[in-house]
């Protein structure tokens, strides 16, 4: 972005016989958004071979969902999970293969609003998927006989205080979650922005 941001001074400061059209400047935008959805497209791929290595390291103790009734709803869950992953990514490499050299400022605005609404998409489903399936994991299993007593014993509150700490740290994972997807796929976004007001300040010349 600094080297686009250079271009366009240079380009501003020449004298009118050596300026570089506005074609050009718009091919250099383009060159940078292509390489930005590129890496959003790479980085999910990373996301999730970092999520299957996870689940190969990380045994799942089946037994304990089974206990509780809970087996084919986190299979399920898990399944859905990984063909929400997949969908995406194949949205990502769309979105990357979408963009050509010869589109016009139009339509690569265009793309850039398509690329950014998908990422928010990708980002809202993952979170709130991940939110519904935690919820009423605790509450299958917080209304199980083996957890029922505890609740029980901390008083006349005891359902009060269990259920604000259950809800407080799946806010808690949750804000954790979208913190790391804004520093990852929202640096990439933030620079796709900035190459979308570009083309916005140059159509306006």
């Known amino acids: 972005m600094d080297s686009l941001n250079k271009y366009k001074t240079a380009w501003q400061n020449q004298n009118i016989e050596n300026q570089i059209d506005s074609k050009s400047l718009n091919k250099m935008?383009?060159?940078s958004s292509s390489s930005i959805v590129k890496w959003i497209f790479y980085v999910s791929l990373m996301e999730f071979a970092l999520i299957i290595l996870m689940n190969l390291f990380i045994k799942t103790d089946w037994d304990f969902y089974k206990r509780y009734g809970l087996y084919h709803f986190i299979l399920i869950v898990s399944v859905l999970g990984y063909l929400i992953a997949i969908l995406f990514i194949i949205l990502f490499y769309k979105n990357y293969k979408n963009i050509s050299a010869n589109l016009s400022t139009k339509e690569l605005m265009q793309r850039i609003l398509k690329t950014r609404k998908t990422v928010k998409y990708y980002v809202a489903t993952t979170i709130i998927s991940l939110m519904i399936a935690m919820f009423y994991s605790f509450w299958?299993?917080?209304?199980?006989?083996?957890?029922?007593?505890i609740m029980n014993d901390l008083g006349e509150n005891g359902h009060l205080v269990v259920?604000?700490?259950?809800?407080?740290?799946?806010?808690f994972l949750a804000a954790l979650l979208f913190g790391f997807y804004a520093l990852?796929?929202?640096?990439?976004?933030?620079?796709?922005?900035k190459n979308y007001k570009e083309l916005i300040e140059d159509t306006m010349n």
């Open 29 to 31: 935008i383009y060159k």
């Open 140 to 149: 299958v299993i917080l209304h199980s006989d083996d957890y029922e007593y």
């Open 163 to 171: 259920w604000a700490f259950v809800i407080f740290s799946i806010l």
């Open 184 to 193: 990852i796929y929202g640096l990439l976004i933030k620079r796709l922005n």
